[in-house]
């Protein structure tokens, strides 16, 4: 499956943001899916975790409360609403898919990247 992230840009603190992630291919709906994110200087983080089904969603600590992740699977697309932007969540954004019907917050348990979009969040 290939990926397609986009909807990154400039915001001010406070404001919203929402990203995409469009896939290709006829097997979107087998696959976990997830956001990682990679501020300057720093490894990779788990944001958060979407199943198939909607049954199961997980986030990060840092952004509980202010992001909602969702699917749409007829539109084989992945979003997060990034509410409350904060300085901090300054990063490229990546989603990511994983071949398995188990969530995981683990970047290497991922099989398929996006090439990521950069948000980035003045103060």
């Known amino acids: 499956v290939q990926l397609q992230a986009s909807g990154g840009g400039l915001v001010q603190a406070g404001g919203s943001l929402r990203l995409s992630c469009s896939a290709s291919?006829?097997?979107?709906?087998?696959?976990?899916m997830a956001w990682f994110r990679q501020a300057p200087g720093k490894e990779r983080e788990f944001v958060a975790v979407?199943?198939?089904?909607?049954?199961?969603?997980h986030y990060a600590d840092s952004v509980k409360g202010r992001f909602t992740i969702s699917r749409d699977n007829a539109k084989n697309t992945v979003y997060l609403q990034m509410n409350s932007l904060k300085p901090e969540d300054t990063a490229v954004y990546y989603c990511?898919?994983?071949?398995?019907?188990?969530?995981?917050?683990?970047?290497?348990?991922?099989?398929?990247w996006g090439q990521g979009t950069l948000v980035t969040v003045s103060s």
């Open positions: 979407i199943t198939r089904g909607d049954s199961s969603i």
């Open positions: 990511a898919a994983r071949s398995s019907i188990y969530l995981s917050s683990l970047s290497y348990d991922y099989d398929y």
């Open positions: 291919g006829r097997t979107f709906i087998t696959y976990v």
